[in-house]
C-alpha cells in the first residue's frame, strides 16, 4: 500500500525567520499554510532564475522534514490553476522527493507585480553569482523603469552597491564565461576585471586570479 506524503510533517511548523516573501504577507494579512495539491501547482515560464543549481541536498531534505517555507502562488483562473511566483526549487525538489501536497500562499497579483516579486526574491538569494544578480538588477530596471536607488531600497542594499553589480555588465559574454570556467566569481575580483581599460587585459587579470 502506498503512503500519502505531505508537503508539512505534523511535527513540525514552517519558518518565520526574516524573508521578502514573508514581509509581503505580513502587510496583505493573507493566510499562510494553505495545503494546495502538487498537481495543481506550475511552474512559472518566466520565471527570471533559469538555473535552479543542484536539486540533491534540498530534495533530501524536503524527504526527510518537508517543505518547510511556503511557495508564494498566483492562481490563474484560466487554467484552474496555480503558478508559482516564489519557490521554484522546493517545488521540483517536492516533485523529485514524491510529495503529493505543498503549504502555499495565494497572492492576488497581476503579470507586473508577479514578474517583479520573483526578480526581487532571486536577487535576495546568497547563492546567485554575481553576474546573474547583475542580469536580475538590469531586468527589474527595465522592466519598471527604476533608479539604483529605487532598486537598493527595494532589495534592502546600498545604491552603490547597485551600481558596482551593474557594472559587471560591461565584462563582454567571453570574458564572463572565462570567469566562471576559471572559477573567478567573487565580486571584488570581478569588479577589478570590469575596470581594466579593453578584454585583453580583462582576459589577463581574469589568468592572475585563476
Known amino acids: 500500500m502506498s503512503v500519502r506524503r505531505a508537503g508539512l510533517p505534523v511535527t513540525l511548523k514552517m519558518r518565520h525567520n526574516s524573508h521578502y516573501v514573508e514581509d509581503i504577507i505580513s502587510r496583505t494579512g493573507a493566510a499562510i499554510g494553505r495545503m494546495i495539491r502538487i ?7 518566466d520565471q527570471p532564475r ?23 502562488v498566483r ?21 523529485a522527493a514524491g510529495l503529493r501536497e ?14 517583479e516579486i520573483a526578480l526581487v526574491e532571486n ?7 554575481p553576474f546573474e544578480e547583475a542580469d536580475g538588477v538590469q531586468a527589474l530596471a527595465d522592466r519598471f523603469a527604476l533608479t539604483h536607488e529605487d532598486i537598493a531600497h527595494r532589495i534592502a542594499k546600498s545604491r552603490s552597491s547597485i551600481t558596482e553589480t551593474l557594472s559587471l555588465r560591461t ?3 567571453e570574458v564572463k564565461a572565462h570567469c566562471i570556467e576559471a572559477g573567478v566569481l567573487s565580486k571584488s ?4 576585471v570590469a575596470r581594466q581599460p579593453n578584454e585583453t587585459k580583462m582576459r589577463d587579470l581574469v589568468r592572475r586570479f585563476a
Request: charged share 30%; with cysteine.
Open 189 to 192: 575580483q570581478l569588479l577589478q
Open 171 to 173: 565584462i563582454p559574454d
Open 102 to 115: 505543498l503549504p502555499c500562499i495565494e497572492k492576488d497579483v497581476d503579470d507586473g507585480e508577479t514578474m
Open 39 to 45: 498537481e495543481q501547482i506550475h511552474p512559472n515560464a
Open 75 to 95: 492562481y490563474m483562473a484560466e487554467a484552474d490553476n496555480f503558478m508559482i511566483i516564489s519557490g521554484e526549487r522546493r517545488y521540483h525538489a517536492s516533485v
Open 123 to 129: 536577487l535576495q538569494r546568497k547563492d546567485l553569482t
Open 50 to 72: 533559469k538555473n535552479l543549481g543542484d536539486l540533491q541536498s534540498l530534495t533530501d531534505s524536503v524527504r526527510d522534514k518537508g517543505v518547510l517555507e511556503p511557495l508564494l
